[in-house]
């Protein structure tokens, strides 16, 4: 079993395990384009998320239509993705000869074996492909306006980042050929015979619409790209939206009580704003901050429903994120929720106090708190500089991650200088030093040249925490 664990891991991650992929994020225009964002202190920042967009931009395009199997309705138009946990038991069917894969989805039941992942999760790898899309979305538009003002970070002009982002929006959401129908029917979908239905928890799947609305935002607002080319998935968000709030899986996820709702919300409200219904999207997130975040925090500021875990760190983090993308988004829109307190009386800096407080246990890694706690100091200050000195002390190397970027003005420590003298080198040629990764080891002091084996054993750790942290995330 441990092999078949590994294999699954690494082909989770892939070949670009060095670039965390953050479980949401959304950054306003506004932010993008102040001028003091682009300082020296964050040039190796700058520098990490052109290496991202490129790294991940080869990916690309994506589309629904890739998937080697298909949902139950026969079209790939369809997304699709299996529960992970569940396996086939096919020792009662009474079969006299094997069974071909088809016949073991609608002939045999699946069960849950917990904590067993399921490799052939990925023959219906929709949801490996909307998640590197919407991290396209989200860093190649940025790529694009960090070029426009610094050519020398890359060899590609800033076009070269916008169209490969326009044209895998299109290709996933528009053009007919290989966009994906607005629905998510089949998504953790449940094999087995008679059942072959999506999952509430399967929401969860299109959670990253704020990552996209922050790039498609900047794009027009750089008037990079015209109202003429995001047309297409616009419209896409309003066939969709009537799906999020009507669909029976949409609405007992959104009924959920801990990060499964909190990251509908954030997905609901961005997709509103896309289509220009900042109304709904007031409303949306008004829902969440007066209605399922009331009882989130506790008065100590634990997050109860997801301490009550088997992973406390990951899932504090996690649904710390959600929260932190609905306070952005609301504040986008004006309408400041980052004040807001739970029923018991703490709020968003409370639980990133508390959530700091804990050292990462195993499969899981410091760096999962890393954006959350940035974002909290940016936005409530850090006077005694408690918040950088956290950062500092766990990775020398924060100012070179992608987020240093936006969270700012952010002390770097004394470290960012280091950094940027060391990270001289643009092309994309395999696993470099100064490359954010997602390790909660220690070292990375970032000195030196490559080491192979070094380098090796942290990819293989890195796509362990990735399992985890990709799995747990689905429930
Ligand atoms: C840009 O950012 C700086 C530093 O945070 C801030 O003082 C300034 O008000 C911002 N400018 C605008 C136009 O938002
Ligand atoms: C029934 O099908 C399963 C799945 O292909 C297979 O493992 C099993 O050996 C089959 N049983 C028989 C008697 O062939
Ligand atoms: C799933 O898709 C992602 C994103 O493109 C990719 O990195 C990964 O390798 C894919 N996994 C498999 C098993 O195809
Ligand atoms: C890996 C892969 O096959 N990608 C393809 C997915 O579908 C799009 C649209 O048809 C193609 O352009 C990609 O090459």
Redesign the pocket.
């Known amino acids: 079993m441990r092999w078949m664990l590994s294999v699954a891991a690494l082909?989770?991650?892939?070949?670009?395990a060095a670039f965390p992929s953050y479980p949401n994020e959304f950054v306003a225009p506004s932010v993008l384009l102040n001028a003091s964002i682009r300082s020296e202190t964050t040039l190796a920042a700058q520098r990490s998320i052109i290496k991202y967009a490129d790294e991940i931009l080869r990916?690309?395009p994506?589309s629904v239509m890739n998937k080697s199997v298909n949902p139950p309705t026969g079209t790939s138009s369809d997304y699709l993705s299996y529960r992970p946990y569940y396996w086939p038991d096919c020792s009662n069917v009474g079969n006299t000869t094997e069974l071909t894969q088809e016949q073991i989805y609608v002939t045999c039941p699946y069960v849950r074996r917990d904590g067993q992942f399921n490799p052939d999760y990925?023959?219906a790898?929709d949801?490996?492909?909307v998640?590197?899309?919407m991290d396209a979305i989200l860093y190649a538009p940025m790529a694009h306006l960090i070029l426009t003002h610094n050519q020398s970070l890359s060899k590609n002009p800033p076009e070269f980042y916008s169209r490969a982002a326009l044209h895998a929006l299109n290709v996933f959401f528009v053009n007919p050929q290989t966009a994906m129908n607005p629905h998510l029917n089949f998504s953790q979908l449940l094999r087995g015979p008679g059942v072959q239905k999506g999952s509430p928890t399967g929401v969860l799947d299109l959670h990253w619409w704020p990552k996209a609305l922050t790039g498609i935002l900047l794009m027009r607002a750089m008037n990079v790209w015209s109202e003429q080319d995001i047309a297409g998935v616009v419209a896409w968000g309003r066939s969709y939206i009537p799906w999020l709030l009507t669909n029976e899986l949409a609405r007992a996820e959104r009924g959920s009580d801990n990060n499964h709702a909190s990251y509908f919300y954030n997905q609901l409200a961005a997709l509103q704003i896309l289509v220009g219904d900042n109304e709904g999207a007031r409303a949306t997130l008004q829902d969440f901050f007066t209605g399922v975040y009331q009882e989130q925090i506790d008065a100590n500021g634990d997050q109860p429903k997801e301490s009550a875990r088997t992973h406390p760190y990951h899932y504090r983090g996690y649904n710390l994120c959600a929260i932190i993308t609905s306070a952005r988004l609301a504040e986008y829109i004006g309408y400041d929720a980052w004040n807001i307190k739970a029923a018991s009386g703490a709020g968003i800096q409370d639980a990133a106090n508390y959530a700091m407080g804990f050292t990462p246990g195993p499969g899981e890694a410091a760096s999962e708190l890393f954006p959350q706690i940035a974002a909290v100091a940016v936005k409530f200050g850090d006077p005694d500089g408690k918040y950088a000195a956290w950062l500092a002390s766990k990775d020398q190397q924060y100012p070179a991650r992608l987020w240093f970027f936006w969270d700012q003005p952010l002390s770097d420590s004394g470290l960012a200088a280091g950094l940027v003298a060391q990270g001289g080198s643009n092309d994309d040629g395999g696993p470099t030093d100064g490359e954010p990764d997602d390790d909660n080891t220690t070292g990375g002091t970032g000195s030196g040249g490559k080491n192979g084996a070094g380098a090796v054993q942290t990819s293989v750790a890195l796509a362990l925490v990735g399992l985890a942290v990709g799995v747990l995330g689905w429930f």
């Open positions: 082909a989770i991650t892939g070949a670009r990916e690309g994506w990925r023959l790898n949801s490996g492909s998640q590197a899309l």
